[in-house]
């Protein structure tokens, strides 16, 4: 791992990037980053956080509190119970996100533009490596973000970091008959704070 120092608008705290791959947690969090600054985003985004998915055989795997510090976010409110430390609600001007470990919802909730962004999260590889993990990994993604129970004018959505395999297969499977019938979008999340592939038509 690279230990790197960001500022942004925060505190030169360190944390720790995985330079080869990027944690679930972490594509989450962009992912809300990037709706929070949205100029329609209604203000509060909800993130869902898996501690297994930050902590693996006793190692961090990606570093919450560290990440949203350099990133300008800050504790607004700790949460009442649990033992995951990260769990509370930061603020970054005027936006609220709200990280929790609680089953059952979309990895990524927030109101953009009137409508509800449901998002499936999952991690990925960002160097080339033996075999295709990326499409098990955008397979499970889709199927999960389709089973989200919704309203018509929600929109579902499969979220992966932005590499160019991911690339690849979301170009071919966005056409797919059925992906475009069940009106679900796959979104590519960039370590740049870009993310691609997102269409959200205001209602």
């Given at each position: 791992?690279?230990?790197?120092?960001?500022?942004?608008?925060?505190?030169?705290?360190?944390?720790?990037?995985?330079?080869?791959?990027?944690?679930?947690?972490?594509?989450?969090?962009?992912?809300?980053?990037?709706?929070?600054?949205?100029?329609?985003?209604?203000?509060?985004?909800?993130?869902?956080?898996?501690?297994?998915?930050?902590?693996?055989?006793?190692?961090?795997?990606?570093?919450?509190?560290?990440?949203?510090?350099?990133?300008?976010?800050?504790?607004?409110?700790?949460?009442?119970?649990?033992?995951?430390?990260?769990?509370?609600?930061?603020?970054?001007?005027?936006?609220?996100?709200?990280?929790?470990?609680r089953s059952g919802m979309g990895d990524v909730v927030a109101v953009v533009g009137g409508r509800r962004i449901i998002a499936e999260c999952k991690k990925g590889p960002l160097v080339k490596l033996p075999g295709s993990k990326?499409?098990?990994?955008?397979?499970?993604?889709?199927?999960?973000?389709?089973?989200?129970?919704?309203?018509?004018?929600?929109?579902?959505?499969?979220?992966?970091?932005?590499?160019?395999?991911?690339?690849?297969?979301?170009?071919?499977?966005?056409?797919?008959?059925?992906?475009?019938?069940?009106?679900?979008?796959?979104?590519?999340?960039?370590?740049?704070?870009?993310?691609?592939?997102?269409?959200?038509?205001?209602?």
């Amino acid at each position: 791992m690279a230990q790197l120092s960001i500022g942004n608008g925060a505190a030169n705290a360190p944390w720790n990037e995985t330079i080869d791959r990027m944690p679930e947690a972490e594509v989450s969090i962009r992912l809300a980053e990037y709706l929070s600054e949205l100029p329609s985003f209604a203000g509060t985004v909800d993130v869902a956080i898996d501690g297994a998915s930050v902590r693996v055989h006793g190692a961090d795997v990606f570093d919450i509190r560290g990440y949203l510090a350099v990133h300008g976010w800050n504790v607004a409110e700790r949460a009442n119970m649990g033992r995951n430390d990260w769990a509370a609600t930061y603020r970054r001007r005027d936006a609220l996100m709200r990280i929790h470990s609680r089953s059952g919802m979309g990895d990524v909730v927030a109101v953009v533009g009137g409508r509800r962004i449901i998002a499936e999260c999952k991690k990925g590889p960002l160097v080339k490596l033996p075999g295709s993990k990326e499409y098990p990994l955008l397979t499970s993604a889709l199927g999960q973000a389709l089973l989200f129970p919704s309203a018509p004018s929600d929109i579902l959505v499969a979220a992966v970091p932005d590499t160019p395999a991911f690339r690849r297969i979301a170009t071919d499977w966005r056409e797919r008959p059925r992906v475009k019938m069940a009106g679900l979008q796959i979104a590519l999340v960039a370590r740049s704070g870009e993310v691609s592939g997102l269409s959200i038509v205001p209602v």
